[in-house]
């Protein structure tokens, strides 16, 4: 009877047991099966009469349903419905995890592309310069180890402004990224090429450390040139394009990065200077000009903060009868006994330094006052520079000055050139619309020494038009020069506009002039540049020049 199986199963099944909540109704299902299997057996139930230990099986029985239907199956019932809330809670946070996760690894993203785009040129994906600056300024150090000396090259693209004003900025635009990609291709991987913006791009270039630097130099600066040989397809047009390179080299050349990009700035203008299209490596002979420009530059600050350089007024004459009709205001420099310094020596320095608008609208201040003795019908006339033109507020100052000197706007003639037009013709066509609308005359200078001067004639409606010196100097020596002249005569008398014949040096030229019926001049013929006293006797004296001598 004790090795019986059933009884054996009974003992183990009326033991407690402690289980999880589906385990439970698995437990007490299966039970109460096999209790009513044993009751229902009637071989079993014939043995379990005569069974002695019926009693305590029994009792034991009882207490184990009684503990697992009253306590163990609602502590089931709990410990399962917790059991799901803690996978619900473990599921909730794994979302919350991963959706965190996402937002760090987007925001990680987010800041390498904003950090990417404050490094690098957005048009054409090169380096800008604040990433150039930053390898420039770690030179010091890679240069103490084996990494070797280098090659600062300044790149500025030569005619490129004609192009993006001809063409539109979206094929200036397109020109820029194709220019970009040739300039990377001509240097190593771990060279950088650089944006600096408009046409200005700059390189920094490994050298080896045991060869002549200036050939190695001149060798880079030479396959960087060679990428400029073959024209640009733009829109199925073919564009060609130059540059001028400028070479410093460290640590020859200077330590900081600052230093050096002076020096392959002042090379590159040099280069400029002898004809674009062409290299300069840095010396010490540019490094003397270089200090010498640093010293001008100081003493051109004093002089315009100082208002010690002033307008000098050369005369404007009707040919037909020599008659004096306005001045062109011209700056003077004048330097008590130094050495004198010319207009073309010092005025780029003051666009260098950026003073050229707060010395323009000093010298337009004081040709008002000066010319406001002068009779009602001498006018005067004052140049602007492409940096004038692209300030938004150039009416309204130009009406303050004129506001506050009581000068009438119609004896005022605003010169412009190609070159400065080229700059941003948008800009440039309203602001000079603005200044028309108020009375204030407008005249083309330089005419026939830019690119585009029908478009300009056609967009702009210009009040005169200045040929340029250099045709009419040359008039006397070489026929194609006059056949120049007496062209562009011709197509302003088409257009209905003035023309002023400017470099007039001679009486012979002032009677071909009046031959081809030139309806102005300027020049040295009918006077030089002189100072506000001097301009205001020449107008007190009368009108005529040839009464006065300078016939």
């Known amino acids: 009877m004790d090795n019986w199986t059933p009884l054996r199963v009974i003992a183990r099944i009326s033991k407690p047991v402690i289980t999880t909540g589906h385990d439970l109704k698995a437990y007490v299902f299966a039970t109460t099966l096999l209790c009513l299997s044993i009751a229902l057996s009637a071989d079993i139930t014939n043995q379990l009469i005569f069974f002695e230990g019926w009693d305590v099986a029994l009792r034991s029985?009882?207490?184990?349903?009684?503990?697992?239907?009253?306590?163990?199956?609602?502590?089931?019932?709990?410990?399962?419905?917790?059991?799901?809330?803690?996978?619900?809670?473990?599921?909730?946070?794994?979302?919350?995890?991963?959706?965190?996760?996402?937002?760090?690894?987007?925001?990680?993203?987010?800041?390498?592309?904003?950090?990417?785009?404050?490094?690098?040129?957005?048009?054409?994906?090169?380096?800008?310069?604040?990433?150039?600056?930053?390898?420039?300024?770690?030179?010091?150090?890679?240069?103490?180890?084996?990494?070797g000396p280098y090659a600062v090259l300044n790149i500025d693209l030569d005619q490129f402004k004609p192009v993006n004003d001809l063409y539109g900025h979206a094929a200036g635009d397109e020109l820029l990224c194709e220019i970009a990609g040739r300039l990377r291709e001509a240097v190593g991987k771990r060279d950088i090429v650089a944006r600096f913006g408009g046409d200005e791009f700059s390189a920094l270039v490994k050298l080896k450390p045991n060869s002549d630097l200036d050939t190695q130099a001149a060798q880079v600066a030479i396959r960087l040139m060679s990428k400029f040989e073959q024209p640009v397809d733009i829109g199925g047009r073919s564009v060609n394009i130059g540059a001028s390179i400028g070479v410093a080299l460290y640590p020859q050349n200077g330590m900081e990065a600052e230093t050096l990009l002076k020096a392959a700035d002042v090379a590159m203008y040099r280069a400029k200077q002898d004809g674009r299209g062409k290299y300069q490596i840095f010396t010490q002979d540019l490094e003397s000009d270089l200090r010498s420009t640093a010293k001008l530059e100081a003493e051109v600050r004093d002089a315009v903060l100082n208002g010690r350089i002033v307008a000098y007024y050369q005369p404007l004459v009707r040919l037909s009868n020599q008659e004096l009709v306005g001045f062109e205001i011209l700056a003077r420099w004048p330097r008590d006994g130094a050495e004198e310094i010319g207009p073309a020596v010092f005025i780029p320095a003051v666009e260098r330094l950026g003073l050229i608008g707060q010395l323009t609208y000093a010298l337009l201040r004081q040709a008002c006052v000066d010319a406001s003795d002068w009779p009602s019908d001498i006018s005067i006339a004052i140049n602007m520079s492409a940096h004038h033109l692209k300030d938004p507020m150039l009416p309204m100052k130009f009406l303050s000055i004129l506001t506050e000197t009581s000068?009438?706007?119609?004896?005022?003639?605003?010169?412009?050139?190609?070159?400065?037009?080229?700059?941003?013709?948008?800009?440039?066509?309203?602001?000079?619309?603005?200044?028309?609308?108020?009375?204030?005359?407008?005249?083309?200078?330089?005419?026939?020494?830019?690119?585009?001067?029908?478009?300009?004639?056609?967009?702009?409606?210009?009040?005169?038009?200045?040929?340029?010196q250099s045709f009419v100097k040359g008039m006397t020596l070489d026929a194609h020069q006059t056949h120049i002249v007496r062209s562009v005569l011709e197509l302003a008398r088409s257009l209905g506009v003035p023309a002023i014949a400017e470099g007039v040096e001679d009486e012979k030229v002032n009677e071909t002039l009046k031959s081809m019926g030139a309806e102005y001049g300027q020049g040295f013929c009918f006077g030089k540049a002189v100072s506000s006293e001097d301009a205001g006797q020449i107008v007190s004296k009368g009108l005529s020049l040839s009464k006065r001598g300078f016939g």
């Open 61 to 147: 029985w009882a207490i184990t349903c009684v503990i697992v239907i009253v306590i163990a199956t609602p502590v089931s019932f709990s410990i399962g419905r917790t059991a799901l809330e803690l996978n619900a809670a473990k599921h909730t946070i794994a979302q919350q995890l991963q959706a965190l996760t996402q937002a760090h690894e987007a925001t990680e993203a987010a800041y390498a592309l904003a950090e990417s785009m404050a490094r690098h040129d957005i048009l054409t994906g090169l380096p800008n310069r604040r990433m150039f600056m930053e390898a420039l300024a770690g030179l010091a150090d890679r240069a103490r180890g084996t990494t």
């Open 407 to 468: 000068f009438a706007p119609s004896r005022l003639e605003v010169e412009v050139t190609e070159t400065a037009l080229i700059e941003d013709m948008a800009a440039a066509k309203t602001s000079l619309q603005m200044l028309r609308a108020v009375g204030i005359k407008i005249a083309l200078d330089d005419f026939g020494t830019g690119y585009a001067n029908l478009q300009y004639l056609r967009e702009l409606p210009f009040d005169k038009i200045k040929i340029d």
